[in-house]
Structure formats: C-alpha cells, structure tokens
C-alpha cells in the first residue's frame, strides 16, 4: 500500500502564523500524529502534498521516508492528489488521509484497505446526525454507491443524505491515475474534486465499497483553534484511558495532559493537573502530587512527589521525597532515597543516596556525596559572571543553614560547616570550618535616646 496525506491547506481560520498541520496536538503537529499512524502501515511509499508554509512544514518534519509533493495552488482535492501521483508507483493501492484529521486509527485504515482489495474503491464513511459541509454519500436503488456529490452541489433531496464523505479513501493506483487525469473543475466551487472519481470508477464497472471507523472522533478534522481544543481534549481522553486500562490510578482522567510518551510501572498514581511532555518514566508505586509538570524525566520505584513540582530533563532515584515546589533542571541525578523540599533548585549536579536538601536553596553544577545534609538556603555560587565551575560535597558532611559554596569548591568527608559560612576555600574532612564574623557583645552599650 502507498499512502499520501494531503497538508496544503492555509487554514485560514486558525488565525495563526504558524501552517495548519503544524498546530500541535498533545505537542506534535496535527501532521505528525498522521504520519505516525501512516507509518503504522509500513506503506511501500509515504507521500505529502504541502502548500502553504511548505518550508516550515518540510523542515519540521522532515524524514528520509516522506516523498514530498508541492501543490503551489490550492485548486482542489483531486488536484492535490494528481500532485503526488508522479511519486507513487502504479502497482497496489494509494490510501488518501488528510494532514488535519489527525485522531484516524490505524485499524480502521487498515479494515479499509482490506475492504479496498487489489481491485476495489473504498470509501471511508460517516453517519452524520448533521452533515451539513460535507460531500454526501448517494447510492442507487440497490444501496450501491454511485457518486459522491458535495454539498454546494447537491439537491434539496441529496442534502438530506446523512451519510457522509470523511475524505479518506483507498484505491488501486493504476485506476486513480487514470481517473484523476480526467477530472474537470465543472462545479460549484471550481475545483477539481478528488470525490468526482467515485462515478468515474461506477461507470467503468470497478465495485465502490465503504467502511465505518470505530469512532466518529477519527474522522474530525481541525479547521480552527476551537476544533483543535477539541480534538485535544478526545486524544487526552483516550490517554488517559490507557492509563488506566493499564492499571494507572488517575485521580481525574479528565485532568491530565500527556504531551509525549508517559510510562509507568504498577500502581502508579496520578493527581490532578499534572503535565507530562517528552519521555517520562514513572516506576512502580510512584506518586506525582497536583500540578506537577515532568518532562524528560525517569522516576525511580516508591518516589512520592508533592504537589507544584517542575522536574525537566532529570532522573530521579527509589524512594525519593520530593516537592512541593521543587525544581529540578536538566542535568539532575538523584540516587536513592533523596529528600529535595520546599523552593529547592538543583541543576546538572549528582546527589548520592540519603542525602536531603530540604529548603530554599540552590544546587547548580555540584557532586553531593551520601547522607548529606543541605541546611535550608544554602547556596552554591557556581556562575563568576563568566565561567561555571563545580562544587564537590563528600559523604556525610553538614552545611549549616544560608551557606555559600563559592566555587571551585570542596568540602571533606564528614565536614561541618556552620551556619551562614561563606566558603571560599575547600573545607576539611571531619572538621568544623566557620567562615563568618565572630560574634561580639558589648556589655557597657547604651542605646541612642531620641533627640528632644
Ligand atoms: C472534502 C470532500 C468532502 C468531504 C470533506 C470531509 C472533496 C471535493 N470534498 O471537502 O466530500 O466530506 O472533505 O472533510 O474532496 N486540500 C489540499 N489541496 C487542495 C484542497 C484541499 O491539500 O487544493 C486539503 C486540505 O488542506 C484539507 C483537505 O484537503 O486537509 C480537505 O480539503 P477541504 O477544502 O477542507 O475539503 P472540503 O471542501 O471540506
Ligand atoms: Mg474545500
């Protein structure tokens, strides 16, 4: 089977710059969901007519698998596809999709291809409580179909068709070209109608069979940001069913966003608002707080995550304790049960096992050894306006509360700094290291009086 996705349409009415089929759906273009499900295929070609703001939509999602087809003017369906004929091989079938119906199931492609056959036209059809817009399905006295007639064309009686023309089709190739090289714009809108090869193939005695999908959601397409909202919203339904279908304990599945692939072992929980993009990986027994955001993150077993976390780019050991409110950036590795609390930053620094930062403080561009303790706003002063540079923690040392780490840096193993120490130096081993002022009282001091 060959595929091509017709995505040369403006979409003038999502008001935007960005092209139509690049507006995202759960973070990937609405083309990119259909070039998922095509490749879920394993089509011998995989073809893409683009148009508007081809540029940008070629160099988003270009692939060595897609042959690419410009249809500089927009002068129909049936012209956009005569555009990647050329691409296409005549022997087996072509299955025409549409860059901006995006929710279409592989399965029932596939149903419609089976149905299509070595010798068949297979029409991919709805019926539709209001079909108002689209082609409508007519068939002859017997229920055959016979023609496809779009709506600015159709009879008062034909309007009243509810079956309608979800656009995807599957037809042998050979026959499709020679049908689209016949097609004339003698209509209403003045377009080539791909729908006009449906009464081509009756009259050449070639069967025309229909399909139903599943669902009537496959078939929506987005044309502005309202619909887009709208198909966002049935795709992260059906996510979020996954989820639970696979054990996932979601505490609303109405309220959850998946932007990418979210993994997770048994008995997972999820609560509310929480968003997942890029890859992310929750082990067994993990629990992410509300409105959490995780992107790109690995999550080790029994982790309990409070609410109002920001975790991107970082993986995060067994039996963790994290939040609220922590954030953890790109660069982050946390061993084994790590305690990071409340308006505690870390970022590309490595935390060994038991160690807890557990207040106000930020971690950047450090080695923390194990059974750490990080008092509440400490602060290691990595950046010099300049450079970067690391501070290095060993096993088991204390930094007392609202120190600063000035780095390059190092503090021994067992090491105790006091509180408000400002280091500039490395710090012993197992020693006391204090790096402040030492502590005055004057006993003979009186306090100032208001002048009169
Ligand atoms: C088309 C069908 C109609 C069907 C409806 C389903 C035809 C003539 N009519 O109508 O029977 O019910 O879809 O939604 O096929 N496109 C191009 N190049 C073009 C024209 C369109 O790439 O020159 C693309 C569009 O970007 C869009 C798709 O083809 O993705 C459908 O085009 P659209 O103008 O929306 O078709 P309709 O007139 O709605
Ligand atoms: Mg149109």
Same mark, same amino acid.
């Given at each position: 089977?060959?595929?091509?996705?017709?995505?040369?349409?403006?979409?003038?009415?999502?008001?935007?710059?960005?092209?139509?089929?690049?507006?995202?759906?759960?973070?990937?273009?609405?083309?990119?969901?259909?070039?998922?499900?095509?490749?879920?295929?394993?089509?011998?070609?995989?073809?893409?007519?683009? @148009?508007?703001?081809?540029?940008?939509?070629?160099?988003?999602?270009?692939?060595?698998?897609?042959?690419?087809?410009?249809?500089?003017?927009?002068?129909?369906?049936?012209?956009?596809?005569?555009?990647?004929?050329?691409?296409?091989?005549?022997?087996?079938?072509?299955?025409?999709?549409?860059?901006?119906?995006?929710?279409?199931?592989?399965?029932?492609?596939?149903?419609?291809?089976?149905?299509?056959?070595?010798?068949?036209?297979?029409?991919?059809?709805?019926?539709?409580?209001?079909?108002?817009?689209?082609?409508?399905?007519?068939?002859?006295?017997?229920?055959?179909?016979?023609?496809? +007639?779009?709506? /600015?064309?159709?009879?008062?009686?034909?309007?009243?068709?509810?079956?309608?023309?979800?656009?995807?089709?599957?037809?042998?190739?050979?026959?499709?070209?020679?049908?689209?090289?016949?097609?004339?714009?003698?209509?209403?809108?003045?377009?080539?109608?791909? #729908?006009?090869?449906?009464?081509?193939? +009756?009259?050449?005695? +070639?069967?025309?069979? #229909?399909?139903?999908?599943?669902?009537?959601?496959?078939?929506?397409?987005?044309?502005?940001?309202?619909?887009?909202?709208?198909?966002?919203?049935? =795709?992260?339904?059906?996510?979020?069913?996954?989820?639970?279908?696979?054990?996932?304990?979601?505490?609303?599945?109405?309220?959850?966003?998946?932007?990418?692939?979210?993994?997770?072992?048994?008995?997972?929980?999820?609560?509310?608002?929480?968003?997942?993009?890029?890859?992310?990986?929750?082990?067994?027994?993990?629990?992410?707080?509300?409105?959490?955001?995780?992107?790109?993150?690995?999550?080790?077993?029994?982790?309990?995550?409070?609410? %109002?976390?920001? %975790?991107?780019?970082?993986?995060?050991?067994?039996? @963790? +304790?994290?939040?609220?409110?922590?954030?953890?950036?790109?660069?982050?590795?946390?061993?084994?049960?790590?305690?990071?609390?409340? %308006?505690?930053?870390?970022?590309?620094?490595?935390?060994?096992? =038991?160690?807890?930062?557990?207040?106000?403080?930020?971690?950047?561009?450090?080695?923390?050894?194990?059974? *750490?303790?990080? @008092?509440?706003?400490?602060?290691?002063?990595?950046?010099?306006?300049?450079?970067?540079?690391?501070?290095?923690?060993?096993?088991?040392?204390?930094?007392?509360?609202?120190?600063?780490?000035?780095?390059? *840096?190092?503090?021994?193993?067992?090491?105790?700094?006091?509180?408000?120490?400002?280091?500039?130096?490395?710090?012993?081993?197992?020693?006391? #290291?204090?790096?402040?002022?030492?502590?005055?009282?004057?006993?003979?001091? *009186?306090?100032?009086?208001?002048? /009169?």
């Amino acid at each position: 089977m060959q595929i091509t996705i017709l995505a040369a349409g403006q979409g003038k009415r999502m008001n935007s710059r960005l092209p139509k089929v690049l507006q995202p759906i759960a973070g990937q273009a609405l083309l990119a969901h259909v070039l998922r499900t095509a490749r879920a295929l394993s089509p011998a070609r995989l073809c893409v007519v683009y @148009g508007h703001g081809g540029d940008a939509v070629r160099a988003a999602l270009a692939a060595p698998d897609i042959a690419w087809a410009e249809q500089a003017q927009q002068l129909g369906t049936g012209h956009a596809v005569q555009q990647a004929m050329p691409l296409l091989e005549d022997e087996g079938s072509v299955l025409v999709l549409y860059g901006d119906v995006p929710l279409i199931r592989a399965g029932t492609l596939a149903a419609l291809a089976t149905a299509a056959g070595t010798n068949r036209l297979a029409l991919l059809t709805v019926e539709l409580a209001d079909p108002k817009g689209y082609g409508r399905i007519v068939r002859d006295a017997e229920g055959r179909v016979s023609e496809i +007639v779009e709506e /600015k064309d159709a009879s008062p009686a034909q309007r009243a068709i509810r079956e309608i023309n979800t656009g995807i089709l599957c037809a042998p190739a050979r026959l499709l070209r020679a049908w689209l090289a016949r097609l004339g714009n003698h209509n209403a809108q003045g377009e080539y109608y791909l #729908t006009d090869v449906i009464a081509m193939a +009756v009259a050449d005695g +070639v069967d025309v069979v #229909t399909q139903q999908p599943a669902h009537e959601w496959e078939v929506l397409g987005v044309n502005n940001k309202a619909q887009l909202a709208g198909l966002e919203r049935i =795709h992260q339904h059906n996510l979020a069913q996954d989820l639970l279908e696979a054990g996932v304990t979601l505490i609303d599945p109405a309220r959850i966003d998946i932007r990418g692939e979210l993994v997770c072992g048994q008995d997972v929980e999820i609560d509310v608002g929480c968003v997942f993009e890029g890859r992310v990986e929750l082990a067994d027994g993990v629990k992410v707080g509300a409105y959490s955001v995780l992107r790109n993150v690995k999550v080790g077993a029994e982790t309990r995550i409070a609410p %109002f976390c920001h %975790f991107d780019s970082a993986e995060i050991g067994a039996a @963790g +304790v994290l939040g609220p409110y922590a954030r953890l950036r790109p660069g982050t590795v946390l061993a084994e049960d790590v305690h990071v609390g409340n %308006f505690v930053e870390i970022k590309n620094a490595q935390v060994a096992a =038991h160690t807890k930062a557990n207040h106000l403080s930020y971690i950047g561009d450090a080695t923390i050894g194990s059974r *750490v303790n990080i @008092g509440a706003g400490v602060i290691t002063c990595n950046y010099d306006g300049v450079n970067k540079h690391r501070t290095v923690i060993g096993d088991d040392a204390f930094i007392g509360s609202d120190c600063q780490l000035v780095a390059p *840096v190092t503090v021994g193993r067992g090491a105790t700094l006091g509180a408000g120490t400002t280091l500039t130096q490395d710090a012993p081993e197992d020693a006391l #290291t204090l790096g402040r002022s030492r502590q005055l009282s004057l006993t003979g001091w *009186v306090r100032p009086v208001r002048k /009169k």
